[in-house]
């Protein structure tokens, strides 16, 4: 941990040229320092959250920059500190110079990665999982995971935690008591409302755990995976959902021999699309190695399109699908080639027997070399994306570290009920609802280390 008495700077804003950049004080100090160079206002006597147009000159009276600070006095600032920003002219050789400026009084120090975030944390500003969250927000690059961030750092996440950690504190507490009277065989907590409690926080928290996995996905991209036997035209239908000539495209069977992977964003989702080689047998040493990587990105991605051509054998497409051997993944079988069917194409029928066939799976039939129909695809990945997130409702896990504290809680409180089953003794029931209590308390933060705060806080950019 650094020394929270210190005084703080850094430049705020990204580096390079531009209109606008920011120097940023926060400490003890940050207002009576920013007064020794600033010549414009007394800013000791101003109102807080207030700005104020003048000049910065060094000590031998030289004017570095006109510009305007911005002044927040403690508690009410982003780390409930006295803060200075200083908006200056964007150049780097100004804001250099104001920094360095800046250093030469005692007891000033440049801040470190987060550590203006950090300070909101342990000053009482955010609580852990909030100032994770600003991390995120800076790092958001898409619709969905701004507002999955916006919604952990305006405390959904955290308040939900907190109402069951307060659940659990009370029954702890009797137990607790019950401990205190052991020779009198006293029951304080009702074992039958205690069980009930311990299944509906259970639920929740392996609800909150299960959705990790889809809040990982909006927050870093849903991954789909094209695959299907060789030249039924998935690289042309990569290129088409891209709207870019990313793959190669030929007759050719086999062209694509390692998986080729790019993004784009639809509806404010972030989709990952994973166009890979074609299935089949083949004595071809390197086309063998990109067919096991297919494999292995049919198990890892979130949604499966399976390509294959238009045909009459539907028994042929259901053995082709079925060969994929997908688990608890979404899928859609994708009938190519439309614009080449020898016969009448009635695309609803085919559809119908198709996903009838597999279980109601979702069966569209397109012409990727004609961008016939691929706007239904589209349509249908964001459908279910959509439809995923509704299920888990307006709090989704995005962040490892939540995920492990919450398995490690949902292990304590399967251990509680099966002790409350078997009628053991208070003491050891009160013991794994504390370790339970205390993985849901290590989410927002009310026990931490220091060297997970150092981690946590290192990842930030310097000047948040």
Do not use: W
């Amino acid at each position: 941990m650094n020394n929270a008495a210190d005084t703080i700077v850094a430049i705020a804003t990204p580096s390079g040229q531009g209109a606008i950049g920011i120097v940023r004080l926060s400490g003890t100090e940050a207002i009576a320092i920013s007064d020794h160079i600033f010549y414009g206002a007394n800013l000791h006597k101003v109102e807080p959250n207030t700005v104020h147009y003048g000049k910065i000159k060094n000590a031998e009276g030289t004017i570095l920059d006109e510009c305007v600070a911005t002044i927040f006095k403690a508690p009410r600032s982003y780390t409930k500190e006295n803060v200075v920003e200083f908006s200056c002219h964007g150049s780097s050789y100004i804001l250099q110079e104001v920094v360095k400026l800046i250093l030469t009084y005692d007891g000033v120090r440049m801040a470190l990665p987060g550590e203006y975030t950090q300070r909101a944390y342990l000053n009482g500003q955010l609580d852990l999982s909030q100032a994770e969250a600003v991390g995120d927000l800076i790092a958001s690059t898409h619709a969905s995971s701004h507002q999955l961030a916006m919604s952990q750092l305006r405390g959904g996440f955290s308040n939900m935690i907190k109402s069951l950690r307060d659940k659990m504190i009370e029954f702890a507490s009797l137990l607790e008591l019950e401990n205190d009277f052991g020779e009198e065989d006293v029951e304080f907590a009702n074992r039958d409302q205690l069980k009930s409690l311990l299944n509906e926080i259970l639920s929740t928290t392996t609800t909150l755990a299960n959705s990790y996995d889809h809040g990982n996905a909006l927050k870093d991209g849903v991954s789909i995976a094209l695959v299907g036997s060789p030249n039924v035209g998935k690289s042309t239908l990569l290129n088409v959902l891209l709207n870019d000539d990313k793959a190669i495209v030929s007759n050719i069977p086999g062209t694509t021999r390692d998986a080729i992977e790019d993004t784009i964003v639809y509806e404010g989702i972030k989709f990952r699309f994973i166009d890979t080689a074609g299935l089949r047998e083949t004595d071809d040493t390197i086309e063998t190695l990109g067919i096991e990587r297919t494999k292995q990105h049919i198990a890892k991605a979130h949604i499966v399109l399976y390509v294959d051509e238009v045909k009459n054998d539907y028994q042929e497409i259901v053995e082709g699908y079925k060969s994929l051997s997908i688990d608890n993944q979404e899928s859609i079988v994708i009938l190519n080639k439309s614009d080449e069917y020898g016969h009448s194409c009635h695309a609803y029928d085919i559809e119908e027997s198709v996903s009838t066939l597999l279980g109601r799976i979702p069966t569209i039939i397109i012409s990727a070399k004609q961008r016939n129909n691929t706007e239904n695809i589209i349509k249908l990945l964001v459908s279910i994306v959509q439809k995923k997130q509704t299920s888990y409702g307006d709090v989704l896990v995005t962040n490892l570290r939540h995920l492990d504290c919450l398995n490690k809680a949902n292990e304590s409180l399967k251990q509680c009920l099966h002790g409350l089953d078997n009628s053991i003794t208070s003491d050891f029931l009160a013991m794994d609802i504390r370790h339970a209590n205390h993985q849901l308390s290590e989410i927002v933060g009310e026990i931490s280390t220091d060297n997970l705060l150092d981690s946590i806080f290192s990842n930030f950019c310097i000047g948040k």
